[in-house]
């Protein structure tokens, strides 16, 4: 890695300052927090530390690997989106004391996500004599591929949650439930619960009180996120077709997809 990372360094010096200087400040301030969460005895946040200075590297990797040219707006985009989502929103809790950070890196994940699907087809679409796809599929490939990353990151989400024990799909309180497991006849009825103002958990422990209405596990949380996602698939999406229609006039779209280095 030492290697990959000292080559791409110094093409960074000629082409890419303005990207490099914001990874070295991120890059700072994430040890800084490592190192305190260290002496805090906090081992699990070190790791989310030491975890987002991997990621920091991944897109230098693999521009050097696999010959990709990533944009300095997007990759000043990616750096910051690592470090909101794992170091403000994970270990300052951006995600509970802010809201609707969660939905914000959601929606600009989507967006993100149909860039690179986009790029992947249209790569493919420049570049080959035999092939010529409309700028409608592409604009729909583009779509699913965010889509696809949105529901496979639900999935992992729903994996930690149930097997580790966390609770990335994020519980809320909610007043009314809509349920079949509470009609009395089994007939397939929902039957609506409103205005529900406290639940009882019972355990061997004793009882456990929540104020304030039934404890949702996740499922508006999902779907919210899914539907965030959506709306930034959709707009790059949008925009998208546009630039394939008119190159000149949208070229500002390519500054949020990877190209392939001649």
């Known amino acids: 890695m030492g290697k990959h990372v000292k080559k ?21 301030l994430v040890i800084i927090c490592m190192v305190l969460e260290i002496l805090r005895g906090d081992l699990h946040n070190a790791f989310l530390c030491l975890l987002s200075l991997i990621l920091f590297v991944i897109p230098v990797l693999i521009e050097d690997k696999f010959k ?6 997007l990759e000043i985009i990616i750096y910051l989106f690592i470090f909101s989502a794992e170091i403000l929103g994970e270990i300052n809790n951006f995600y509970g ?9 959601h929606t600009l994940n989507g967006f993100l996500a149909a860039g690179v699907g986009f790029s992947l087809i249209d790569l493919l679409n420049e570049n080959s004599k035999n092939i010529k796809l409309s700028p409608v599929f592409v604009a729909i490939v583009a779509f699913c591929f965010s889509m696809t990353i949105g529901v496979l990151w639900e999935f992992f989400e729903y994996g930690a949650d149930k097997y580790l024990n966390l609770d990335m799909q994020k519980d809320r309180i909610v007043t009314k439930i809509s349920t079949v497991e509470l009609d009395p006849k089994k007939d397939n009825n929902a039957i609506v619960i409103n205005d529900i103002k406290e639940t009882q958990i019972i355990t061997k422990d004793g009882p456990i009180i929540i104020d304030g209405g039934y404890l949702d596990i996740g499922i508006n949380d999902t779907m919210k996120d899914l539907i965030v996602n959506f709306i930034g698939a959709i707009c790059f999406s ?9 190159r000149k006039k949208y070229k500002f779209v390519t ?7 001649t």
């Open 8 to 28: 791409v360094r110094e093409k960074y010096r000629q082409t890419k300052k303005t990207s490099l200087l914001v990874y070295l400040i991120l890059r700072v």
């Open 255 to 261: 500054n949020f997809i990877p190209v392939k280095n």
């Open 68 to 73: 990709i040219g990533i944009p300095s707006v």
């Open 238 to 246: 949008f925009f998208g077709y546009l630039y394939i229609e008119n």
């Open 97 to 105: 004391n802010i809201p609707y950070w969660d939905t914000i890196l």
